[in-house]
């Protein structure tokens, strides 16, 4: 079995694969600092509480853009699971070709999601991830990854809205009945989430037009992508385990 963990700037999401088969998600917070020991603890209790031993794990792949945690975790995994991990970087087999500017800028996750999407959906792609950044990457027909804007996410807009307002006070993201709020929550919610649905269509809108990319697939993953996926057209799959999924192949591509 492989164990894929994406640790993002938020959260650090687990899968596990039995051949191509994700038969478990968890995950952890990213932001409380923990030991290789207590990684190791952690690891080990969610594999068995979702029937996993630790022996049946053969192999890890592992994106991060939180280079703080990577000694632990990478300890954690030796020491307890049993297993070196693969942490993508540069000189690991993705299948790509990275043709922007500075190759090595290009964050882990991205090049995770992009391997994900070109292979399981073709290209031109450009691929949405909505986690604590918005990201929108692209790549073309024959497998290069051409383009990315980055862009606050939705939580992380909400987030510095919230601590830099005296009175506007925390509340759950999620689309209001209604643009027209008459309330203050609604208001909230209003704005952020109609506002990441505006910018997601002109991004997207803009992209095709500079590419001239008529048959442009977008794939979307991340946590609050749904909402945003069901709202726009040019939208046309949202997959939530997109990034664990590249863990899986760019593990397959090294390891063959």
């Not at 992508?225 to 046309?236: L, N």
């Amino acid at each position: 079995m492989l164990l894929t963990i994406d640790v993002g700037n938020t959260n650090i999401c687990c899968g596990v694969y039995e051949n191509s088969t994700l038969i478990t998600t968890f995950r952890l917070t990213t932001k409380q600092a923990r030991t290789s020991d207590e990684f190791g603890m952690i690891f080990s209790d969610l594999l068995h509480i979702n029937g996993i031993e630790k022996s049946q794990i053969s192999g890890a792949s592992v994106a991060s853009v939180v280079p703080g945690v990577m000694h632990a975790l990478t300890g954690a995994l030796v020491r307890y699971i049993g297993v070196q991990p693969l942490i993508i970087g540069p000189g690991v087999k993705t299948g790509l070709k990275i043709i922007t500017e500075n190759p090595r800028e290009i964050g882990a996750d991205r090049i995770v999601d992009a391997v994900a999407g070109y292979e399981l959906y073709g290209g031109p792609i450009l691929v949405l991830d909505f986690g604590t950044a918005t990201t929108y990457d692209l790549v073309t027909a024959d497998g290069c990854f051409a383009a990315g804007i980055t862009a606050p996410g939705i939580r992380l807009s909400a987030q510095a809205m919230w601590e830099g307002t005296a009175r506007l006070p925390e509340v759950e993201i999620k689309k209001p009945k209604s643009i027209l709020a008459q309330e203050t929550v609604s208001s909230i919610q209003a704005g952020l989430v109609y506002g990441q649905i505006g910018q997601t269509d002109y991004i997207i809108k803009q992209v095709k037009k500079e590419t001239g990319y008529a048959d442009l697939k977008v794939v979307a993953t991340g946590g609050i992508g749904r909402i945003i996926a069901e709202e726009c057209d040019a939208i046309q799959v949202y997959n939530r385990h997109l990034t664990l999924e590249g863990l899986r192949l760019i593990f397959e591509k090294n390891y063959p």
